[in-house]
């Protein structure tokens, strides 16, 4: 089978790439181990963040070092094993998140921000999946006046910075947007320029089924048979391409070192797990405890919660203590009912230390790209990625200058 282009990885950044390759003309294959959208892109909070214009940084404060560096926290914890091997990738995670620097980053990363709403809802129009699409924002609720007012003037400093809308709900407020919500808030700030989808893996599996409509072929195959000047063993047989794209998420960089590049990645990890609402209780939009470090929103399959930040090694077992810590507190502000799930579910953040993706030609060699390390904000990117990358392999004009993206830059 030949293609123009062989596209390596059916998540949601994987399967943007092979669409926006084929509406440029170029013939695709779409390959994956598994079908499409089922990994990293099935299980997170379904947010598409266009407040989401500083990527999140390492921290830098003491109090807060000292807090995480007690691994009870219930939004980051670590394994402690895991962290000779990792402190090298945090060393420079955090050095990249001194205050200028971050902002430095943030002044390339919003280039793609700005891009991700209308990106996706022209897919989703093209896809004929509106039903999964909610345009309502989402929101951080809060438990102290404190954190509330920190993170207004946050929000207030990125309008005046990058024109992101977000309005501040009071107690009151809060209560006649979402009365489910438990009466010990104060109050809430909703990203009102953001959407959401209520199945992240409905979204990716509608993508596919368009690039196949379109005439994309989707392979089920292992990336790491890949050879150079592109050949790629499917179960329907070999793949040749013009180009290949890999786009496998936490799994790039196997397939990245075995061609011989050394790329700073590590991953975070997360977790989920579904919960019916008792007494019909309703959530109109995803909502994150922002205190404790949660997220719950509103799925096809039931209440979504999500987990925050797990550092560890990608392929160590589950080990779902934030989900444990967070449940009675979540079920303190929403009346969630009974687990929907057998088990916890596990992602993992695929993630670079200046918490910019990887998106552009590999340095070495000809006709290899590389579209990864979209961290907590894969779903979110994914079209803008495509379409950007789909830009540049074809010489056309790019929607945002790609610089800031390349792998050379490490
Ligand atoms: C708990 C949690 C919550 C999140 N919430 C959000 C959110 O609200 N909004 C947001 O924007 N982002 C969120 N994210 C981040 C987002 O989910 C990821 O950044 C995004 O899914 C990454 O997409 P991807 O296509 O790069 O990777 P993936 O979705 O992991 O896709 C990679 C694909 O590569 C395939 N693959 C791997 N190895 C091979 C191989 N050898 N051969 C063939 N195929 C292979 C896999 O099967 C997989 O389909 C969250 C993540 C987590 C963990």
Redesign the pocket.
């Known amino acids: 089978m030949k293609f123009d282009s062989v596209v390596?990885?059916?998540?949601?950044?994987?399967v943007s790439v092979a669409l926006q390759l084929q509406r440029r003309g170029l013939s695709v294959a779409l390959?994956?181990?598994?079908a499409?959208?089922?990994?990293?892109?099935h299980?997170?909070?379904?947010?598409?963040?266009r407040e989401g214009v500083y990527p999140y940084a390492f921290p830098r404060d003491l109090a807060t070092l000292l807090r995480y560096a007690g691994n009870r926290s219930t939004d980051v914890r670590y394994h402690p094993g895991a962290m000779p091997h990792l402190l090298p990738f945090l060393y420079r995670y955090w050095h990249h998140s001194r205050a200028d620097r971050h902002a430095a980053i943030a002044r390339a990363y919003a280039t793609l921000i700005e891009h991700c709403v209308i990106e996706h809802r022209a897919l989703i129009e093209a896809a004929g999946a509106q039903a999964l699409l909610r345009t309502n924002g989402w929101m951080k609720v809060f438990r102290s006046a404190r954190a509330m007012d920190a993170t207004v003037a946050e929000a207030q400093r990125w309008r005046r910075e990058y024109g992101v809308g977000h309005e501040a709900l009071d107690a009151q407020a809060l209560r006649a947007a979402e009365p489910a919500l438990g009466h010990a808030l104060v109050g809430g700030v909703r990203y009102t320029d953001s959407d959401s989808v209520s199945d992240p893996n409905g979204l990716v599996t509608a993508y596919a089924k368009l690039f196949e409509r379109l005439g994309g072929r989707v392979l089920m195959?292992?990336?790491?048979t890949l050879e150079p000047s592109w050949r790629v063993m499917t179960q329907d047989g070999p793949v040749t391409a013009q180009s290949a794209v890999i786009?496998?998420?936490?799994?790039s960089g196997?397939?990245t070192a075995r061609l011989g590049y050394d790329l700073p990645l590590a991953v975070k990890?997360?977790?989920?797990m579904h919960y019916a609402a008792l007494n019909g209780a309703k959530l109109s939009q995803p909502v994150l405890d922002a205190e404790v470090g949660f997220l719950i929103t509103p799925m096809a399959r039931g209440i979504r919660l999500?987990?925050g930040v797990e550092l560890g090694f990608r392929d160590t077992a589950k080990t779902p203590v934030q989900l444990e810590a967070v449940e009675p507190l979540a079920r303190g502000i929403f009346p969630l009912g009974e687990r929907v799930d057998a088990e916890p579910w596990l992602?993992?953040?695929?993630c670079t230390p200046d918490m910019k993706p990887v998106i552009g030609p590999a340095p070495k060699h000809d006709g290899l790209w590389f579209a990864?390390g979209?961290?907590?904000?894969?779903?979110?990117?994914?079209p803008v990625t495509g379409r950007l990358i789909a830009e540049m392999m074809t010489g056309a004009p790019t929607v945002v200058d790609p610089r800031p993206f390349r792998a050379d830059r490490f």
Not at 31 to 34: K, N, Q
């Open positions: 390596l990885g059916g998540g949601i950044v994987g390959v994956d181990r598994r499409p959208g089922n990994e990293t892109s299980g997170n909070g379904g947010l598409i963040q195959g292992d990336a790491a786009a496998m998420g936490p799994w196997d397939l990890r997360g977790y989920h999500t987990t992602g993992r953040r695929p990864f979209h961290a907590h904000h894969g779903l979110t990117l994914g």
